[in-house]
């Protein structure tokens, strides 16, 4: 291959014709005419210094082209076949298109000064621009190797596409190490120098140093551009994975992105709406966007035929594409950071290890790809509002989509006017945490669309005084049987039932489907969502939190000791603990070198968190800082209760009706017969009753009983969500309208899992109130025990003499002496209460304990005092109605509602007496006094009895 004397002036001639429009010829030589000039020689020219430049002209531009793309040529393909890489295609300018009078002014432009080696070190580095520059020509800047949409991410079409494409990604790595090289250095001195060499086993200059490198880390997030701003709102809220003060500054990335030029922007706008002017389509816009994020910007206008004011959020371009190339990058380098992570903590790395970590990578990929979808949030914002429409939830909302104006890369929404909720002043906004977190789990348990971008940027108070949720862009998919799971999780951390935990897990993907429950329960989980639960409960954020903890290791480990001694205390019997959890596994403790190591390899082998934990968690976190700045006390534990009440009650599902009963102290859900020996549903449920019988006697939970607290509980919190969350609440709407949501469900002709569950508690207690009552009058009152006395005096006559007893027919005395002496005894056993029964009288006792207090009409009492302390009347004068039953009773539309209900209360009182009649054949079929004809007949009575008043079955016979 022959080098011609020119070949510096056709690599110059070569990058000056690649180069874009922003980047002219006198922008370009000016910086290479500073960093060669010295103060030694001072020749004319570069020219001057290479006196073979002069030869330069299209014939040995020519010639130096075809021994470039030669030398190149052979050189990728080299390459190609030793990293077994597709080949590279070249295209390079032809001779042609060289400006030569252009590139020989250049040269020969009198420069100061001049030092040799510089001078080759640039034209070194021009050689690297220039085919860095016939790279990046060969690649359009908006071409990606997939769509965007919430499917089509894809990381093996990358890997083919940019495997065509390896100087790009080279490219990349080498811009990415540049801008990286300082900050990995100063955190590689700090562990590795200070700390490792230096043997501080705390690091601790590399924590003291932590809020600087973290405020290092959101600039350097910004100068890697839109792909790491995306990584760093990601990795805000994973603390699991980086130090709280990295997550704390890299949560500004949510509010604080630099803008795109807006020239280029409304080019855009122009492209996708097919225009020359945008005054056609709105009579005005702003100048600057009045917000930006990540993937795009948005400015304010007004629509010229409507007059309306509209958000236009316009994507940066070529935003896919540069988010493709570097998620490909991210999947290239996780599995190295993995290996280096894991070597630095003495960790040996697996191929589980990197592939947690690359799954982790596609994650964000997914969600980042589908953000840059206009289309796609344009049908999210729509689906949204119109679910939210259908349940009833009047208090939150999301824009209004004009479709018509909405494209791939442009999507218009009407403008929503309000304040940030973070920084509203309104005494509502706890209120409107509240509705957050409702419309939150709505998203999470019911519609399976969840929100996943809920930083403060995007809650927004209305003037009216509701929540609209902003930028639907990025969305998960929760599927039906995840959500029941998530309820039935809910139901028994809330009722501390701590041996259920272990499977819930499973069900949630927390833990893998291999995990044996042992192993789980033998994990310490239980206790440690104990723990938090009960911290979570009682409010206050992390600030209370740790004042707690503090307070309870100063009690368990002593008050005199200071924090860092609390810390070793705390530490000692954490490991001390896992000692004893890794001998319940068969583990040999002596031979384990380190045992918090050792635990951290199995909790991975157990544990894993879920994409949509990480949303929900975000959307919780945000929603918390902003109710702890109200109040510091505030506890979103609680604020999640009104949701679940209300989901519980209306839910007519059998895992739903599952957890209810869990909620309300009850155990389960009814057994299910054997549908091909039950006749009839009130036989069905004779066998129900008679299982939970056998249950009862074998020691499980079968014989629980309703907690009237829950109950109460609930109810208060199902009126509270009904009444945030539906109405703004002017003038106690929101009251009366959960007072009507509750009395709907409650008196539904339809059912409803609430209503069953109350018949079938109203009838147990009603059975067990019954033979209370039976029982005090045929057993344990006076004239009872006088009656059972004078029928056993003649049998015990007869047994003290046996001559008279002998006179008597056998026939005569078993009807006339035996028979009448044992029916106090049949009396008494038929009505023995069982444990249930005392457990259902004990609740029926607290029932009205707690409802005393919320019925007792203190005027009426006060009136009745009055009367009855000075005599002057026996009957005291009729109290006043008060202010609020009088509006009720006045009001059309109450009186409308109580009379539409009245049908209602029709069917509930045929089905509680139907309910009643079940649990009295459940009670024949289960005494263990009456002979098996006289149980049949019985039950069979009942059964029928019931099938006939029971309105559900009366509309099942045709």
Not at 83 to 90: F, K, N, T, V
Request: aromatic share 6%; proline share 5%; net charge negative.
């Amino acid at each position: 291959m022959r080098f011609t004397g020119s070949r510096t002036a056709t690599l110059t001639a070569l990058y000056l014709s690649a180069l874009s429009a922003p980047f002219s010829s006198n922008a370009f030589i000016t910086p290479l005419r500073s960093a060669v000039a010295t103060h030694d020689k001072k020749p004319s020219s570069l020219a001057a210094s290479f006196p073979n430049l002069n030869e330069f002209n299209v014939n040995t531009a020519a010639v130096d082209l075809n021994a470039i793309r030669t030398a190149l040529s052979s050189t990728l393909s080299w390459a190609s076949h030793q990293l077994e890489l597709p080949q590279l295609q070249l295209h390079l300018p032809p001779a042609s298109s060289i400006d030569v009078a252009s590139v020989q002014s250049l040269l020969s432009a009198p420069i100061a000064s001049y030092n040799l080696p510089l001078t080759l070190s640039s034209l070194l580095v021009l050689i690297a621009l220039s085919l860095s520059t016939l790279i990046n020509a060969s690649l359009p800047n908006d071409v990606s190797p997939y769509p965007p949409g919430s499917f089509t991410y894809n990381p093996k079409l990358a890997s083919e596409f940019y495997g065509r494409r390896p100087l790009l990604v080279l490219q990349r790595i080498l811009r990415l190490a540049t801008l990286t090289s300082a900050f990995n250095s100063s955190i590689l001195f700090d562990w590795l120098i200070l700390g490792k060499l230096l043997k501080d086993e705390n690091y601790t200059v590399l924590k003291r140093n932590e809020p600087q490198r973290a405020k290092e880390a959101l600039v350097l997030a910004t100068q890697l551009g839109p792909t790491f701003i995306k990584l760093g709102q990601a990795l805000s809220i994973r603390t699991d994975l980086i130090p709280e003060a990295y997550a704390l500054e890299l949560r500004q990335l949510q509010d604080a992105v630099p803008p795109f030029d807006s020239k280029e922007a409304k080019d855009v706008l122009k492209k996708e709406w097919g225009i020359t002017d945008i005054g056609t389509v709105l009579s005005s816009i702003t100048d600057e966007p009045v917000a930006s994020a990540s993937i795009g910007q948005v400015y304010k206008g007004t629509l010229r035929d409507s007059n309306t004011e509209v958000a236009v959020k316009i994507q940066r371009p070529g935003i896919l594409a540069d988010i493709a190339l570097d998620l490909h990058v991210l999947r290239v380098l996780t599995p190295i950071q993995t290996l280096l992570q894991n070597a630095v903590n003495g960790r040996k790395t697996t191929q589980q290890d990197v592939n947690a970590a690359l799954s982790l990578v596609d994650e964000w990929g997914r969600g980042f790809v589908a953000e840059t979808d206009y289309r796609l949030e344009a049908v999210n914002t729509i689906q949204f509002e119109q679910s939210m429409r259908n349940r009833g939830l009047d208090a939150v909302c999301a824009p209004a989509v004009v479709e018509s104006l909405t494209r791939d890369k442009v999507l218009v929404t009407e403008w929503v006017e309000g304040t940030r909720l973070d920084k509203d002043a309104s005494v509502d906004v706890p209120r409107l945490c509240g509705v957050a977190i409702n419309a939150y789990l709505t998203m999470l348990l019911d519609t399976g669309v969840l929100h996943c971008d809920p930083h403060p940027g995007n809650l927004l108070r209305t003037t009216d005084g509701r929540l609209c949720i902003l930028d639907w862009g990025m969305t998960l998919a929760v599927p039906n049987d995840l959500q029941y799971a998530l309820l039935e999780f809910i139901a028994h951390i809330n009722t501390e039932d701590y041996d259920s935990i272990p499977q819930d897990f499973i069900n949630l993907g927390f833990s893998p489907a291999d995990v044996s429950l042992e192993r789980l329960q033998n994990s310490g989980i239980t206790e440690g969502l104990s723990f938090a639960f009960r911290q979570l409960s009682q409010g206050g954020g992390p600030a209370k939190i740790q004042q707690r903890v503090k307070q309870e290791f100063q009690e368990r480990y002593g008050s005199e000791l200071s924090d860092v001694e609390l810390q070793k205390a705390a530490r000692a019997e954490m490991l001390q603990r896992m000692e004893s959890q890794l001998e319940k596994e068969g583990v040999d403790v002596k031979g384990v070198t380190n045992v918090m190591e050792e635990m951290s390899r199995r909790n991975r082998e157990l544990f894993a968190l879920p994409p949509y934990v990480l949303y929900v968690a975000r959307a919780f976190s945000t929603l918390e800082g902003i109710g702890l700045s109200i109040d510091e006390n505030y506890a979103i534990v609680q604020e999640c209760y009104p949701y679940l009440a209300r989901r519980l009650f209306t839910d007519k599902s059998p895992r739903a009706k599952t957890a209810l009963r869990a909620m309300l102290g009850l155990s389960g859900d009814a057994p299910i017969p054997n549908v091909a020996t039950v006749s009839s549903p009130g036989l069905a449920a004779v066998q129900a009753g008679v299982h939970d019988a056998t249950a009862m006697t074998e020691g499980t939970k079968a014989s629980s009983t309703l907690s009237p607290k829950k109950l109460l509980e609930m109810t208060d919190n199902f009126a509270s969500y009904t009444a945030s969350a539906t109405t703004v609440d002017r003038d106690g709407e929101g009251r009366s309208a959960a007072a009507k949501e509750f009395a709907k469900l409650l008196l539904s002709e339809q059912g409803s899992t609430l209503q069953e569950i109350l018949i079938d508690e109203a009838a147990k207690l009603g059975d067990a109130t019954t033979r209370s009552l039976l029982r005090q009058v045929l057993v344990d009152s006076a004239l009872a025990k006088s009656f059972a006395s004078t029928l056993r005096a003649p049998k015990e006559a007869l047994e003290r003499s046996e001559q008279l007893s002998a006179l008597l027919p056998k026939e005569i005395k078993d009807a006339t002496i035996d028979r009448p002496a044992l029916l106090p005894q049949l009396i008494e056993e038929l009505l023995h209460p069982s444990s249930e029964d005392e457990k259902l009288l004990s609740t029926a006792q607290e029932l009205q304990e707690v409802l005393g207090s919320r019925l007792e009409n203190n005027n009426l009492r006060s009136v009745l005092a009055q009367n009855l302390s000075d005599g002057a009347s026996i009957i005291p004068a009729a109290p006043e109605i008060t202010p609020t039953l009088q509006r009720l009773v006045s009001d059309t539309e109450t009186r409308d509602f109580v009379l539409e209900q009245l049908p209602g209360v029709s069917m509930l009182g045929r089905r509680l007496g139907a309910g009643l009649l079940r649990r009295a054949a459940w009670r024949a079929m289960n005494s263990p006094v009456l002979p098996e004809d006289a149980r049949r007949s019985l039950a069979d009575v009942n059964n029928r009895l019931a099938d006939v008043i029971d309105p559900s079955e009366t509309k099942a016979v045709p």
